[in-house]
T-cell receptor, first 111, second 118 residues
């Protein structure tokens, strides 16, 4: 089966850079996704990596190393509104199937 | 991006009653939708995969007779929690993929339904 490990909490100040790591164990690999969830809200898609390397989308970047079964989400120029839970996720089976989520990392950004 | 809605957004019911939650894809067709459950401060746990026109596929440990799923059209899936008990109180979230565009790898989540069973 699939399992993912990520830190439970991260704290930072506004303007800082934070990296949230995710290691995974999967039977077959079909990409690593990152989602953001604010309290009481729905998860929103941040990024997807299928190949090794860095994907950049504005202040957020995501990295993947398939040989290390490892990825990270990099958040730059942190803002208070970035305080949320961040989940890494992999497909439960082939690409496009349901997602299996990590336990989530709660990011707290202070001023 | 594609939009998924859920109704109701929250519901409070008495123990033993049944509650139906609707999940709709508003601007795309979804042959497959997914239902997740999330307890406070925990991750999303996949409950079942809802397939249009066929039976849902349930994850291990999820009672199919308790959590009835119907996917009668390409834009609507429903989850009915039958004979709800306080331990069923949770945040139920559905998701779907829009396979028609360029967001193939992205799942779009509904806003969730918070169920409280008294």
């Amino acid at each position: 089966g699939q399992s993912l490990e990520q830190p439970s909490e991260v704290t930072a100040v506004e303007g800082a850079i934070v990296q949230i790591n995710c290691t995974y164990q999967t039977s077959g690999f079909y990409g690593l996704s990152w989602y953001q969830q604010h309290d009481g809200g729905a998860p929103t898609f941040l990024s997807y990596n299928a190949l090794d390397g860095l994907e950049e989308t504005g202040r957020f970047s995501s990295f993947l190393s398939r040989s290390d079964s490892y990825g990270y989400l990099l958040l730059q120029e942190l803002q208070m509104k970035d305080s949320a839970s961040y989940f890494c996720a992999v497909p439960s089976g082939q690409a496009g199937t349901a997602l299996i989520f990590g336990k989530g990392t709660t990011l707290s950004v202070s001023s | 991006g594609a939009v998924v809605s859920q109704h109701p957004s929250w519901v409070i019911c008495k123990s033993g009653t049944s509650v139906k939650i609707e999940c709709r894809s508003l601007d795309f067709q979804a042959t497959t939708m997914f239902w997740y459950r999330q307890f406070p401060k925990q991750s999303l746990m996949l409950m079942a995969t809802s397939n249009e026109g066929s039976k849902a596929t349930y994850e291990q440990g999820v009672e199919k007779d308790k959590f009835l799923i119907n996917h009668a059209s390409l834009t609507l899936s429903t989850l009915t929690v039958t004979s709800a008990h306080p331990e069923d109180s949770s945040f139920y979230i559905c998701s779907a993929r829009d396979t028609s565009g360029y967001t193939y790898n992205e799942q779009f989540f509904g806003p969730g339904t918070r169920l409280t069973v008294l």
